[in-house]
């Protein structure tokens, strides 16, 4: 399996995924990096880590229907299967959405649908959750759409909110979560015990 990354960040997520890649854990293939951002943390960890990698952005394509036509040959010419939005803070334009339709996940610090949609990135998501005396917090990993976290979750797991969390203790415990979770939820992929929805076939729930 093909990855190919978005990231506009850090790119934690991103390394954690190369990570189990080369220890064998993840039985896939780190492909190729786009980012918006050319100075963010992702572009950095590509170059160490020798992934081809792309700055392709508003400022690289001013015109939205260019940046996407040039975000899908790139993702084509790197032949990529499966697309993670790892802390991409764009959306996709339609053509992009419509190649890899149902093979573009994006993970998000919440437990979707609760906590998602504009505004709902970074520290306000814990902010969010603490505010509204939740008792549990976490992880979901979904199907991307043309939306902000609407698409279909293929993968939730679920912490508690301890009663002395802070926002930023919350952002760190579901932060190391993500990184266990997301390459464990793509090695399920890879096994067939998760299908995604292109596939059409059964959905498992990993809760
Ligand atoms: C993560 O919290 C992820 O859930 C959200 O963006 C953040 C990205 O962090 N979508 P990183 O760039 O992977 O460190």
């Not at 039985?27 to 700055?55: D, W």
């Not at 508003?58 to 040959?73: G, M, R, Y």
């Not at 093979?103 to 998602?116: E, R, S, T, V, Y």
């Not at 520290?123 to 902000?148: N, P, Q, R």
Request: proline share 6%.
């Amino acid at each position: 399996m093909n990855i190919g990354f978005l990231a506009s960040h850090t790119g934690s997520n991103m390394q954690a995924i190369i990570d189990a890649c080369k220890s064998g854990a993840l039985q896939a293939n780190p492909a190729v990096v786009i980012s918006n951002n050319s100075n963010s943390g992702a572009i950095t960890q590509a170059k160490r880590e020798g992934i081809p990698f792309y700055h392709l952005s508003q400022t690289t394509h001013p015109e939205q229907e260019k940046l996407d036509q040039a975000i899908l040959d790139t993702l084509l010419k790197h032949d990529v299967d499966v697309v993670v939005l790892a802390g991409y803070m764009k959306k996709l334009g339609p053509k992009t959405l419509s190649h890899f339709k149902g093979a573009i996940l994006n993970i998000h610090p919440a437990l979707l649908p609760k906590f998602g949609g504009k505004g709902m990135y970074g520290i306000h998501t814990h902010e969010a959750v603490i505010e509204a005396k939740e008792k549990e917090s976490g992880v979901t990993i979904h199907v991307v759409d043309a939306e902000y976290d609407t698409g279909p979750v293929i993968a939730q797991v679920k912490i508690p909110v301890l009663p002395n969390d802070t926002p930023e203790t919350l952002q760190a415990r579901v932060l190391e979560l993500e990184h266990f979770f997301f390459p464990e939820t793509l090695q399920r992929i890879v096994l067939g015990e998760i299908r995604l929805p292109r596939n059409q076939r059964l959905r498992v729930w990993f809760l």
